[in-house]
């Protein structure tokens, strides 16, 4: 059974960083797309990163473009969201997803075939 475990949410002041990590076990790592998403409280789960499976592929939502990276480290079986310049409209719950089916990045929380249980990030302004 694969399982996803994000950490590294917490409250930072507008202007800060955040470094999310998920961890993965269970399945192959290194074969899934990784993506993660966010739900702020009254909408629904938005997209806002993705990363191929070497490493050499990325895909960002507008919103975030510039101010975050996302990477991840197959022999550690963890892929990372490194959030710069944060605003209060970053402030959701934050979920890493796998994505075992499909050989391109995929913004749709459709294709995503595994999920963690989410990561509180609070921004004030």
């Known amino acids: 059974q694969v399982q996803l475990v994000e950490s590294g949410g917490g409250l930072v002041q507008a202007g800060g960083s955040l470094r999310l990590s998920c961890a993965v076990s269970?399945?192959?790592?290194?074969?899934?797309?990784m993506g993660w998403f966010r739900q702020a409280p009254g909408k629904e789960r938005e997209f806002v990163a993705g990363?191929?499976?070497?490493?050499?592929?990325?895909l960002y939502a507008d919103s975030v473009k510039g101010r975050f990276t996302i990477s991840r480290d197959n022999a550690k079986n963890t892929v990372y969201l490194q959030m710069n310049v944060l605003k209060p409209e970053d402030t959701a719950v934050y979920y890493c997803a796998a994505n075992a089916r499909f050989l391109f990045l995929t913004r749709s929380r459709t294709t995503y075939d595994y999920w963690g249980q989410g990561t509180q990030v609070t921004v004030s302004s």
């Open positions: 269970g399945g192959t790592f290194s074969s899934y797309l």
């Open positions: 990363i191929k499976r070497s490493n050499d592929t990325t």
